[in-house]
């Protein structure tokens, strides 16, 4: 009897601890990640879509454009970079400036005369980013020696000494063509163009020589003078390389949950001597455009908005973020999105550096690009900020309009009116559409 009695009171707890395990919902797992889910499926696409503003986007891009070219190191960056962080406290992010430092480089003047049978004909060219000047009265009457592609072998048999070696570009960096020139004796490098516009690169570091580029028509004409035997030439190079500060604008959106995991969305805003309207306004544009979208819109994941100081001299401001303790551990990022010229081509390029990269955020950018019915291909190109990134096993999606045309790409031509609106808002969507596929198929717990 006993024994029958508390074996009903133990029928009797279990079935009242498992009632109160059911009206709490700590018995199922189902039950505990219903309410998170319910909150997370309320992120459909075609909401965040519908906020999308391209006119507004257009004049965040036209700000940018505003503040004239955004060099490294100088004004023009710098009260662009201001203008950032006003912005994303306008967005309700909190503002983080990431400074560090950058060699502000300036193009004063490049005059290149070649000499032949008592002929001078002017060469226009330009001077790479961080070559150095030649003495203020120029190099007089220095032969020119041609070392095809500048590589180690290409000088064997030749003799550069004292002279202007002239290379052509393609297969290595452009500091090292400069660097086995100079180890060689030669004075000064030409680079001569693939394409026919100006040369426009970066030596990452200052040069022992200076170098300068010329446009393929010119370089021909460098090409042609030497097939008809001896050739001299006059350079002067007069550039401006000086210690100075950049800053990577940081705009951070938290998760109301408990969240350790990060995404990264950025875009670099400086530019090179050039409006730079399509490089990089657009893509900081449409940055700016995706932070105004998902304001307020909570997320399981915290986001991080970097606008990079720098690019154009060397990736200076995304290395910078990966090496510094800026970036939390790259354990807890869950990827890098670069917007980087998003306003003039044929179609969008879903990009990492190499095909053994983890593919995870690029497909599915890819397939948010198939969805939505934009023409898109994959490719591989490390030539922005997603690099550094990749670089530290962080899977990367760097989008980018193509084919990017070289007649506009640098050059004064880069501006405003060169920006297709439609082209900005399909990169937008695709982020989005990146974003919403996160939330609700990797992160929806
Ligand atoms: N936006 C360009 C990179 C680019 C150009 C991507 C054309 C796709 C097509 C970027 O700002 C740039 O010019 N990068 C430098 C490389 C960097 C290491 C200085 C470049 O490509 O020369
Ligand atoms: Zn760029």
């Known amino acids: ?101 950058v060699m502000v480089f300036q193009d004063k003047e490049v005059q ?56 052509h570009r393609g297969e290595l960096f452009y500091r090292d063509k400069v660097h086995n020139s100079a180890i060689k004796g030669a004075e000064a490098v030409i680079i001569i163009n693939t394409e026919d516009s100006p040369l426009m690169a970066t030596l990452i570091d200052k040069s022992i020589v200076p170098a300068i580029g010329v446009s393929s028509s010119e370089g021909q004409k460098i090409m042609d003078a030497l097939e008809e035997g001896e050739l001299k030439a006059d350079l002067l190079v007069n550039t401006l390389i000086e ?12 998760s109301s949950k408990e969240t350790d995991k990060v995404l990264i969305i950025g875009a670099h ?6 409006p730079g309207a399509n490089d990089n306004a657009s893509g900081v544009g449409g940055l700016l455009e995706i932070a105004t979208v998902l304001k307020g819109v909570d997320l399981p994941f915290d986001i991080q908005y970097i606008a990079f100081g720098s690019e154009e001299v060397g990736l200076i401001g995304s290395r910078n973020n990966v090496t510094t303790n800026h970036l939390k551990s790259s354990s807890n990022v869950i990827g890098m999105i670069n917007l980087d010229m998003i306003g003039m081509g044929e179609y969008l390029v879903v990009l990492r550096e190499n095909s053994l990269s983890d593919d995870f955020l690029s497909n599915i950018a890819y397939k948010a690009a198939l969805d ?13 900020d997603h690099s550094p990134y990749e670089n530290q096993g962080i899977p990367v999606v760097f989008l980018a309009y193509w084919p990017f045309d070289p007649l506009y790409y640098h050059t004064e031509r880069d501006t405003l009116e ?8 399909n990169t937008v969507e695709v982020v989005l559409k990146t974003i919403t596929t996160l939330v609700n198929e990797e992160y929806n717990q």
């Open 1 to 101: 009897m006993k024994k029958r009695l508390f074996f009903n009171k133990y029928i009797l707890f279990i079935i009242v601890f498992s009632l109160i395990l059911s009206f709490t919902g700590c018995n199922d797992p189902h039950v505990e990640v219903a309410p998170k889910s319910e909150e997370v499926s309320l992120l459909t696409f075609e909401e965040l879509q519908g906020k999308i503003d391209i006119d507004r986007t257009m004049e965040y891009i036209e700000d940018l454009v505003g503040f004239g070219p955004r060099l490294a190191g100088l004004p023009g960056e710098v009260e662009a970079g201001k203008y950032l962080a006003e912005a994303y406290k306008d967005l309700e992010l909190e503002v983080e400036t990431e400074e560090f430092p």
């Open 112 to 167: 290149l005369t070649i000499k032949q049978w008592g002929e001078a004909t002017p060469i226009t060219a330009n001077s790479l980013t961080y070559s150095t000047s030649t003495p203020e009265d120029g190099l007089t009457d220095l032969p020119l020696v041609y070392a095809g592609l500048g590589r180690r072998e290409d000088f064997n048999g030749i003799d550069v000494t004292g002279a202007i070696a002239v290379v």
């Open 243 to 254: 210690d100075s500060t950049s800053n990577n604008i940081i705009g951070m959106k938290e």
């Open 269 to 274: 805003y400086d530019s090179v001597n050039c």
């Open 372 to 384: 939505l019915d934009i023409k898109v291909v994959a490719e591989f190109s490390g030539r922005s």
């Open 418 to 425: 060169t920006v297709d609106p439609q082209l900005v808002k």
